[in-house]
């Protein structure tokens, strides 16, 4: 539920606790009601690579079932805004996009993706797949040698070399046919029944506005970057 409070200026956003808590939380052991401060400021796990393998495939499915919306990108994703119940993934923060919050990994991978809207998704993912193969998260756009030494070996580096280091950043529809993927059941997801969702004019105008106006927030963004680097 999103509820405005005009006086101070702020907007609510409220949804049910999940005492299963997130994503994050299974790769750092803590408990959605540890102290912020503290709960994933030591080192992580590594999942099990059929769970990596599972719980990323759900989670390209529900970006592909945002596009299927019209949200282009989302851009918002990372272990944190991943819920899980029931060893399902449950996308959440969707409601940034319609707010315009600023995305947790834009200063970080913005001169990588430039200004397409549409790679920034499969970066974040990048950068989602990599924290769940090391217990830890990526400090820079793409991995770099130090942290190559931490995935060698594992079997999704094939895939993290797909999404980082073609010549150009795949779309979530093709790393979602990745081989690496091959063999995933989503039984958990057959039991997955939404209710219809029917837009209507102004809903899908109110997409097309937020689209556009993240489009031109990464341009900018990438344009500044680009500004900074040539005074520099």
Same mark, same amino acid.
């Given at each position: ?15 049910? @606790? ?24 030591? #080192? ?11 719980? #990323? ?11 299927? $919306? ?18 399902? #993934? ?13 995305? $947790? ?18 970066? &974040? ?7 769940? &193969? ?27 070399? @797909? ?42 105008? &109110? ?26």
């Amino acid at each position: 539920m999103i509820d405005t409070l005009p006086e101070q200026g702020l907007v609510s956003v409220l949804q049910p @606790f999940n005492k299963d808590g997130s994503l994050k939380d299974i790769i750092y052991h803590s408990k959605p009601l540890d102290r912020w401060q503290t709960k994933y400021s030591r #080192c992580g796990i590594v999942l099990p690579p059929t769970s990596i393998r599972k719980y #990323c495939r759900q989670i390209l499915e529900a970006l592909l079932y945002l596009r299927g $919306k019209g949200f282009t990108s989302f851009q918002h994703l990372h272990s944190g805004n991943v819920l899980i119940r029931k060893d399902c #993934c449950k996308l959440t923060g969707v409601e940034n996009i319609l707010l315009g919050m600023k995305p $947790k990994l834009q200063s970080v991978i913005t001169r990588l993706v430039k200004h397409k809207a549409d790679a920034f998704d499969s970066v &974040c993912f990048g950068h989602l797949l990599f924290e769940l &193969c090391t217990g830890y998260e990526l400090d820079s756009a793409a991995p770099q040698p130090r942290h190559l030494l931490d995935i060698a070996g594992h079997d999704a580096v094939e895939l993290l070399n @797909f999404i980082f280091y073609s010549d150009t950043i795949p779309g979530i529809n093709e790393i979602s046919t990745h081989s690496y993927f091959k063999g995933v059941d989503l039984k958990e997801m057959r039991a997955f029944n939404p209710a219809p969702i029917r837009l209507t004019p102004a809903m899908k105008s &109110c997409i097309n506005k937020t689209n556009k106006t993240a489009a031109d927030l990464l341009s900018r963004k990438h344009r500044l970057g680009k500004k900074e680097k040539v005074n520099h």
